[in-house]
RNA sequence: GUGGCUGUAGCUCAAUCGGUUAGAGCGCCGGACUGUGGCUCCGGAGGUUGCGGGUUCAAUUCCCGUCAGCCACCCCA
């Protein structure tokens, strides 16, 4: 292992190559189904447009330094501080909502862990100008599109939905005051992975809590379902308009038929401050990864960020966790060779009337490839198996006198003559695709 | 950034207690097969045992360091 990639950066090769399309093929389609515009920026940015509003942790985590001319810059870590700008240069022009997705390559300095790379693409979609619950599900939906259109279910993954505001009610109602509430979050948060023992003590120690006040405060991230949610409202009285969002996001994505696929799960925090009201995470159903998708509405940043005030709600969903569930339980891709045509020069004679053919051939589209050597036909017919050509064509003395080819199936053996004439015209796509 | 585990051929893995020339399958190349592929059989190439140091008559094996990967913490765009 002379050299290989930086740590966290990935080579990829043909195979890898082909799941990357096929994700990004996915995306652009998915996005396209529900009339979002892609868009694009630069991959590097401004040092300060990170360290305005980012956190101190994402300052830490950027490749960021000097280049040539003096300036601070950084790789770019996520999209939202260049959407926030170029939708400020034309928030006016910009017909509302607007519906905009980008599949950003994202960088960040940090140890890498399976699904979790130095680098990594990310499709992103922001509905922006629309504050009501129906962009949210609307996002969600897409979200949830995105993942079925690799022949996943809801046996494979589901969508946790939550609300801050509900959230951050609940946690009033018990009393909690702002840095008790953002301490019961990051406790709330690791509910499905430490014993809650261990989390009662922390809210304990962090919020300054009785143990009976911090497991209650705890519970509220156990609300599963709308009926407890329901009931936990009405409980601690909270006005009912609070929590209607959520309530119709939910009902909405039902109506779609995606209601297998959704759940409430208030101990869905999401880790960033700007979050403001519904947020979503897609993850494995059997938990075994990192979360595949993350998002939620952030009304409010993007005046901090770009000085336009405009509802917002967005996702991220990155190719490396998507990658391995796909692998893991995908639909497989079908297999098709890179070549549709192998010809094959029975003699060397032959080659001349090949390479015309092949380029005849290539000029109508179809993918052709033939030895660079004059080889035998064995050894000919062989490396177009190997490439999983559907057809070899043999050229021979024979053929070439009669102006013809041998057109030989190489899934069922079967032979035809063919006149020469008549296989450059034949449709650029053979039968069975 | 902190801690734990792991590192042998392109890939997946062997190699007894520290002991002779580090093996196998798959893949790759060639041959059987100069007008017919897949299958089969035969042969071949491919290794600084991650790297550096130490202990020892002797290190893939034990020790230290380092790099990389995985896992946990941190954090999660």
């Known amino acids: 292992m002379h050299s290989q990639a930086l740590p966290g950066f990935r080579d990829f090769f043909p195979d890898e190559t082909t ?5 990004f093929t996915v995306w652009r389609d998915v996005a396209a189904r529900y009339g979002f515009e892609e868009y694009d920026g630069p991959p590097l940015e401004p040092l300060e447009l990170y360290t305005q509003k980012s956190g101190e942790e994402i300052v830490s985590q950027l490749y960021a330094f000097e280049d040539k001319g003096g300036r601070a810059v950084a790789l ?6 260049t959407l926030a700008r170029m939708v400020a240069q034309r928030a006016r022009a910009l017909k509302k ?3 905009w997705f980008t599949m950003p390559q994202l960088f960040r300095y940090e140890r890498q862990q399976r699904g979790r790379l130095r680098e990594h693409f990310q499709l992103n979609m922001d509905l922006i100008g629309e504050a009501g619950p129906l962009a949210d599900a609307e996002l969600i939906a897409a979200a949830v599109d995105v993942v079925r259109a690799f022949g996943l279910t809801a046996a494979d993954f589901r969508v946790r939905i939550s609300d801050r505001r509900v959230a951050q009610a609940l946690l009033a109602a018990h009393g909690l005051t702002g840095p008790q509430i953002v301490a019961a979050y990051a406790q709330i948060d690791k509910l499905d992975r430490d014993p809650p023992e261990d989390l009662v003590q922390n809210l304990m120690r962090t919020a300054s809590l009785e143990e009976h006040a911090a497991a209650r405060v705890l519970a509220v991230g156990d609300i599963r379902s709308i009926d407890a949610l329901r009931a936990a409202v009405s409980d601690a009285s909270i006005d009912p308009d609070t929590v209607s969002p959520l309530l119709e996001c939910i009902e909405a994505l039902a109506s779609m038929g995606l209601a297998d696929y959704v759940a409430i799960d208030m101990s869905v925090v999401r880790g960033l401050a700007y979050y403001t009201g519904i947020v979503f995470e897609l993850f494995d159903a059997r938990r075994t990864m990192r979360a595949i998708c993350g998002g939620g509405r952030y009304d409010g940043l993007l005046e901090a960020l770009g000085g336009i005030d405009l509802p917002a709600t967005g996702f991220g969903m990155g190719d490396v966790v998507l990658g391995e569930l796909v692998r893991e339980r995908g639909q497989a891709s079908e297999v098709t060779g890179a070549v549709d ?3 094959v020069a029975v003699t060397s004679e032959d080659v ?6 092949a380029h005849e051939l290539r000029d109508a589209g179809r993918r052709v490839e033939y030895a660079l050597k004059a080889q035998s036909v064995a050894k000919q017919l062989k490396l177009a198996s ?3 050509a559907s057809q070899a064509v043999l050229i021979g003395p024979d053929e070439r006198a ?11 053996g079967e032979e035809r003559r063919m006149a020469l004439s008549r296989l450059v015209e034949s449709p650029s796509r053979p039968a069975d695709r």
């Open 19 to 23: 799941l990357r399309n096929r994700i």
């Open 76 to 81: 770019r870590p996520e999209m939202t501080p």
């Open 97 to 99: 909502p607007i519906r």
């Open 341 to 343: 045509l192998f010809l």
């Open 352 to 357: 001349p009337a090949v390479l015309g053919l």
């Open 386 to 388: 190997a490439r999983a």
């Open 402 to 412: 009669r102006r013809e080819a041998l057109v030989r199936d190489l899934a069922t």
